[in-house]
């Protein structure tokens, strides 16, 4: 059974920074891709960040320069490094892993998804 987690969310002043986990387990986690997805309240899930099977990282262009994705296969783990964080960062944060052939960035992708962690950026 694949099970993905999230933690490290929380509530942070602006210009501030968290690290989000994402434990995964259940399959060969070198063998896929881990995306990051957020949705604020009344509005749609849009990706953040993912990092593929090569490692090859990708960032939505809000988020560029400020997030770092990586991930530990040893310990089947992806991180999201959150800088500068900004009141629009705020948003229930979701972690997400497959086999992804198209874009990771595209949610469908993907069939394992943890349960979200809040991240509340304050002015």
């Known amino acids: 059974e694949v099970q993905v987690v999230e933690s490290g969310g929380g509530l942070v002043q602006a210009g501030e920074s968290l690290k989000l986990s994402c434990a995964v387990s259940?399959?060969?986690?070198?063998?896929?891709?881990i995306g990051w997805f957020r949705q604020a309240p009344g509005k749609g899930r849009e990706a953040v960040s993912c990092?593929?099977?090569?490692?090859?990282?990708h960032y939505a262009d809000s988020v560029k320069g400020r997030f770092t994705v990586s991930s530990d296969n040893a310990k089947n783990t992806a991180y999201l490094q959150m800088n500068r964080l900004k009141p629009e960062d705020t948003a229930v944060y979701y972690c997400?892993?497959?086999?992804?052939?198209?874009?990771?960035?595209?949610?469908?992708?993907?069939?394992?998804w943890g349960q979200g962690t809040q991240v509340t950026v304050s002015s």
């Open positions: 990092i593929s099977n090569t490692g090859t990282p």
């Open positions: 997400a892993a497959d086999w992804v052939r198209g874009s990771c960035q595209d949610e469908y992708e993907y069939d394992y």
């Open positions: 259940g399959f060969t986690f070198d063998d896929w891709t």
